[in-house]
């Protein structure tokens, strides 16, 4: 019983160091764990050499929320380097810029309709490079028919022909190629492969592209030929997209300018009877009458754009 103080204090002691052992191999494997998801929720673009990536913390945090991960595939399709937590924050900056711009020149009403027309602005833009992207995609698809065509006669394996793809031809091809490739390296199936590739860059042209290999692949048929009439008809198709887009590009115009001109004409407003904004968002009709303008000038743009769009 006289040694029950040295006792306790031993196993208090050995409680102590065990417990910041084990708080140290807990730290150093959640650091280790937070690495490895870093790098493989990465967009699977290649990072710059040197660059350094902003904002870990709350990229590591937004990729575990179903908006992260919705904003993860879209900046992988964009093909922009910057991570979801990167987009998200510089976001949210554009957004609190556009509410003091807004509300310092016209008036304080308009500096939440900002702020919300900021975070349309915001995925307007990845939809506007997504598409584009997708367009220089869908630009490239005939030379890639004919290199696959051109392999695939030479006697090489599909899987091999993707490959040589990817390293012949320019980006954005060549860099969707070769994540093709490095998920065919690894085990996954060419129908999975390519049906993430057409989700990530939908188009018709590509959906014809997978449809005709997966077939081909499946039953031994003649891909060869089957390619060489693909490119023919991609080419056309080429074609006829670059003659409607340029005969649509004046509608394409009108749309934006039509919001474009009632900013204007509040700017204009404003500045010959200084605080007019002030004074009209002041009441609670007025408020109603500018909510209806932007919902109207909203309706417009969007009745415009849906006109133009034909699908080829």
């Not at 902003?54 to 908006?67: I, S």
């Not at 900056?93 to 711009?101: D, K």
């Amino acid at each position: 019983m006289t040694n029950l103080p040295l006792l306790t204090i031993g196993v208090t002691l050995l409680c102590g160091v065990t417990g910041v052992m084990g708080l140290h191999a807990y730290s150093g494997g959640k650091a280790d764990q937070e690495a490895l998801v870093d790098r493989l929720s990465h967009t699977g673009q290649i990072p710059e050499a040197g660059r350094h990536r902003r904002f870990r913390g709350v990229d590591r945090r937004l990729r575990k929320t179903g908006l992260g991960r919705k904003l993860e595939l879209k900046l992988a399709a964009t093909g922009l380097e910057i991570t979801p937590g990167e987009f998200f924050v510089y976001a949210l900056a554009a957004m609190a810029a556009l509410w003091m711009i807004a509300s310092s020149i016209l008036a304080s009403f308009f500096g939440p309709v900002a702020a919300l027309i900021g975070l349309w602005g915001t995925n307007a833009f990845l939809n506007w490079q997504r598409t584009k992207r997708t367009e220089r995609f869908i630009n490239q698809l005939p030379e890639l028919a004919r290199i696959l065509a051109n392999a695939t006669q030479a006697g090489l394996a599909l899987r091999t022909s993707i490959s040589m793809a990817a390293d012949e031809m320019e980006d954005p091809a060549g860099e969707e190629l070769a994540r093709v490739a490095r998920r065919l390296a690894v085990g996954e199936s060419l129908d999975d492969a390519l049906s993430e590739l057409t989700d990530r860059l939908p188009s018709r042209e590509l959906v014809v592209l997978v449809t005709t290999l997966v077939l081909s692949n499946r039953a031994g048929g003649t891909v060869v030929s089957s390619l060489r009439n693909l490119t023919e008809t991609l080419e056309e198709r080429k074609e006829t997209r670059r003659e409607v887009k340029t005969q649509l590009s004046q509608v394409t115009v009108t749309a934006y300018a039509v919001p474009a001109f009632g900013l204007g004409a509040m700017l204009l407003m404003n500045a010959v009877m200084p605080g007019a904004l002030d004074r009209m968002t002041g009441a609670l009709i007025g408020q109603v009458a500018v909510i209806v303008a932007i919902v109207l000038y909203a309706i417009g743009f969007i009745v415009i754009r849906r006109l133009s769009r034909i699908d080829v």
